[in-house]
């Protein structure tokens, strides 16, 4: 009896007319806080598939959930084209999904105000993405203490003040990307106790001003770009045969010193970018030996002289590369 009650069950459960109801995988809290970020920033089009209906973890768009613990991990909100809809401040609930590792913001100009001060609760976070919008106020010292953070890509936006010394204590962080704001003030010297080789800096578009610190010739970064900025002093400590640098560009500062006896990069350096500095001395016979240099510019020295070596991927580049400097020798006029 027990068994053919089992069996008509079972078949009113499968060809029944009506749905089955199972429980969905998002968490309840995860649900309510994604539903409240929708809330704040004006229910925009780009969200419109958060449906209070339908489990967040199979949303069209935008949220990821962990497959295991079905936890949201990663909310993106991001447009191809800037999205005016999305308006307001970086909503408060962010901070209420407590294993999120990922935050995007990218190409939302009406997100305006501070970075939301509770992502200080996400201790799980990795990845801090707010780009093209309109944030404003100071880079939190907070973000040090987020001991997961593997980058922090803050571009193309309205941030102020000065860059906290508190991110040098990022043990993960492998990309620091702060260019295109409006920020000041020196680069701390305590980066130079990144955990090697440290992250990509990628500071440049600011005004940032003040002498670069020495103890950044600890760092090996794949990456360093600290371009259009008032900084000063000898940034040679970041120059040498034992590092692994692909790109720097030190361009547009007021950089002073005698790149005659500097070493590279032989194999890895493709991007060096000095000019407009106060750089002086001679070009190097060791850049001759750099294998890969696909960009190169010194010009608008005014300091730097003497012949431009021969041989190597030197004679590559067109005048404008030597432009407004006492160089000479292919391709400037020979030397007299």
């Known amino acids: 009896m027990r068994r053919s009650m089992l069996m008509l069950l079972l078949c009113f459960l499968l060809f029944s ?23 704040d920033l004006g229910n925009p089009y780009i969200i419109t598939s958060w449906n209070a209906k339908e489990d967040c973890c199979d949303w069209y768009c935008c949220v ?3 497959e295991k613990t079905n936890r949201v991990i990663s ?14 401040q970086i909503p408060p609930s962010v901070g209420d999904l407590p294993y999120l590792e990922s935050i995007t913001f990218h190409k939302l100009p009406n997100l ?16 801090l993405f707010i780009t093209y919008t309109n944030i404003s106020g100071p880079i939190p010292a907070f973000l040090g203490q987020l001991k997961n953070l593997e980058l922090i ?26 260019d295109r704001n409006k920020l000041t003030g020196p680069i701390p010297s305590s980066f130079g106790a990144f955990k090697k080789p440290g992250p990509d800096l990628i500071l440049s578009h600011n005004q940032l001003s003040g002498p670069i610190p020495a103890s950044l010739g600890n760092l090996n970064p794949d990456r360093v770009d600290l371009s259009r900025n008032k900084l000063e002093g000898d940034a040679s400590m ?20 005698d790149l005659s006896h500097l070493t590279f990069p032989k194999q890895s350096l493709i991007w060096l970018d000095l000019n407009h500095n106060n750089i002086y001395g001679n070009i190097p016979v060791a850049l001759t030996t750099v294998k890969y240099l696909q960009q ?16 190597g991927e030197l004679q590559r580049f067109d005048k404008y590369a030597y432009f407004h400097t006492k160089l000479c020798g292919s391709p400037l006029p020979p030397c007299k």
């Open 64 to 66: 990821e959930c962990d």
């Open 153 to 178: 890509k803050l571009s193309f936006n309205n941030l102020s003040g000065p860059i906290p010394s508190t991110l040098s204590q990022l043990p993960n962080l492998g990309s620091l990307q702060l």
């Open 238 to 257: 970041l120059f040498s045969s034992k590092k692994t640098t692909q790109i720097l560009d030190l361009s547009r500062n007021k950089f002073e010193f």
């Open 112 to 127: 305006v105000g501070p970075i939301q001060p509770t992502i200080a609760k996400l201790a799980k976070l990795k990845s």
């Open 296 to 311: 190169f510019n010194v010009s608008y020295n005014p300091r730097l002289s003497g012949k431009i070596p021969q041989g």
């Open 17 to 39: 007319p009506f749905p089955l109801v199972f429980s969905e995988r998002c968490h309840p809290q995860d649900k309510k806080a994604l539903l409240q970020l929708k809330k």
């Open 75 to 88: 909310i993106g909100i991001s447009s191809s084209i800037p999205d005016a809809n999305a308006s307001g």
